[in-house]
């Protein structure tokens, strides 16, 4: 099955500064890869999204890129704020008769004022 | 903004005890899905559900839980019989139709401890 790995497992950064998150995965079938925000005592809320035909998407300060070939995928945080401090997950997904998102190990990102 | 809601937010139970975890998944969404996050943990896929029956489910998902849509707007999930390795939060989630044509929607867990 599935298998994604995810680094760094922690990062702090300075407001303002720009943040990576890492994400590999292990079948090339898998062609949705979404990253989600996950906030002390809530569950996980999708951020942002890439699907296979694209090899990167930006919303607003928040961007992700994927290549295929190398099978990995990032989330690019830019002018990061406080409010960016969570834990961030990667997932993926295969298409079609294989709903299941398969998690990353998180990421919790700190943002230091 | 529609969103899915999960009872009870905690549930403290015996090791042996029967418990019933409850979703209102998000009301025009058709698939639904049950996953758990032990504490420190990654998040992992439990079940999937569509169309009244079991789409798909994990290997964590034994003859111990069962899923269930009652009444058109509850989902549920049931552990007939707690260990103690159940302990962990669970995620309900929804989605318009099957991924990846619609994104899943994070219900904010269910903590389940059993003693």
């Known amino acids: 099955g599935e298998n994604v790995e995810q680094h760094p497992s922690t990062l702090s950064v300075q407001e303002g500064d720009s943040a990576v998150i890492k994400c590999t995965y292990s079948?090339?079938?898998?062609?949705?890869f979404p990253w989600y925000k996950q906030e002390l005592g809530k569950g996980p809320q999708l951020i942002i999204d890439i699907r296979s035909n694209v090899g990167e998407k930006k919303d607003q300060r928040i961007a992700v890129t994927l290549n295929k070939t190398a099978k990995h995928f990032s989330l690019h945080i830019t002018e990061t704020q406080p409010e960016d401090s969570a834990v961030y997950f990667c997932?993926?997904?295969?298409?079609?008769?294989?709903?299941?998102?398969?998690f990353g190990t998180g990421t919790r990102l700190t943002i230091i004022p | 903004e529609p969103e899915v809601t999960q009872t009870p937010s905690h549930q403290v139970t015996q090791m042996g005890q029967e418990v019933i975890l409850r979703c209102v998944p998000i009301?025009?969404?058709?698939?639904f899905y049950w996953y758990r996050q032990i504490l420190g943990q990654k998040v992992e896929f439990l079940v999937s559900?569509?169309?009244?029956?079991?789409?798909?489910k994990s290997e964590i998902f034994d003859d111990q839980f069962s899923v269930e849509r009652p009444d058109g707007s509850n989902f549920t999930l049931k552990i007939r019989s707690t260990k103690l390795e159940d302990s962990a939060m669970y995620f309900c989630?929804?989605?318009?139709?099957?991924?990846?044509?619609?994104?899943?929607?994070f219900g904010p867990g269910t903590r389940l401890t059993v003693t």
């Open positions: 559900f569509y169309n009244n029956e079991i789409s798909e």
């Open positions: 989630a929804s989605s318009l139709d099957r991924p990846p044509l619609y994104e899943q929607y």
């Open positions: 079948d090339s079938a898998s062609n949705y």
């Open positions: 997932a993926a997904s295969m298409h079609f008769g294989n709903e299941k998102l398969t």
């Open positions: 009301s025009n969404h058709l698939y």
